[in-house]
């Protein structure tokens, strides 16, 4: 059950506001994309990493790749305006087919047995994302005014990774550029088509850093995994 990964990383980390990508940012004196990277680099089922990158990063990026001997990355791909143009300038160039997730290098905390859980399910069901039940209420809202409380029990949040076979997810790209549409998420453009996507439960850790505050957050899910592994 073995898989390729499109880790986009060519974001400007604006909401972050560090004035550079918020990848490279540390979280225990190591970069966020670092510990991304390790997960995938650690995990037996992954046959390689494709990276989108701004090409201001590239050099930075090499270094990391080096200093921390993360192998596995087969190669750096320039990302586009939009987070789905990098993922789909990785896409373009994945020639095999097989099973491809794409996870934002900005969500450090995924688990191996997750993305095991996740590539299963995509193996027969052919699309999966993760995801976790919503827990606060949710409302419609508009112009200011509650119009609808929203049924919680339905909802979830859903994460990266999100896993498809291949060939089904370069064709919802293809259909997605040529209809002009662009979504929120990987499995929005294989929804569209009609196609069932499967979801597999994770956790709630599995945060994409995102404001500074997410910080704090990810110093707190660091401290509780190191206190796991004693
Ligand atoms: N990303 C990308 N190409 C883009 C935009 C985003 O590869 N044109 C990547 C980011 O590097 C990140 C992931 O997509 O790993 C999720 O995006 P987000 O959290 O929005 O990161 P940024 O776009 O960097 O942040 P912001 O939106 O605050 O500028
Ligand atoms: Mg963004």
Not at 19 to 47: A, M
Not at 146 to 170: D, G, H, K, M, N
Request: glycine share 6%.
């Amino acid at each position: 059950m073995t898989y390729q990964v499109i880790l986009p990383a060519a974001g400007q980390g604006k909401r972050m506001g560090a004035g550079k990508n918020k990848l490279l940012l540390s979280l225990n004196d190591i970069p966020i994309l670092i510990h991304t990277l390790r997960v995938f680099e650690e995990d037996d089922h992954c046959e390689g990493m494709i990276l989108a990158i701004h090409p201001q990063d590239e050099a930075e990026f090499n270094r990391l790749l080096k200093n921390y001997q993360i192998q596995k990355v087969t190669r750096l791909v320039p990302g586009g305006k939009e987070r789905q143009d990098s993922i789909y300038n990785a896409l373009k160039t994945v020639k095999s087919d097989g099973i491809i997730l794409v996870h934002d290098a900005a969500r450090p905390f995924i688990k191996i047995e997750q993305i095991h859980r996740l590539t299963k399910t995509a193996e027969t069901a052919g699309a999966a994302i993760i995801g976790v039940p919503a827990k606060d209420t949710m409302k419609k809202v508009q112009d200011g005014v509650v119009t609808e409380t929203v049924e919680r029990s339905s909802l979830w949040a859903v994460q990266t990774p999100q896993a498809f076979r291949i060939s089904l997810l370069l064709q919802a790209y293809d259909q997605a550029e040529e209809d002009e549409f662009i979504g929120t998420d990987d499995s929005s453009l294989v929804e569209r088509m009609g196609y069932p996507v499967d979801i597999v439960e994770g956790d709630y850790d599995n945060i994409k850093i995102t404001t500074p505050e997410d910080l704090y957050f990810a110093e707190a899910i660091l401290k509780k995994r190191q206190k796991e592994f004693c």
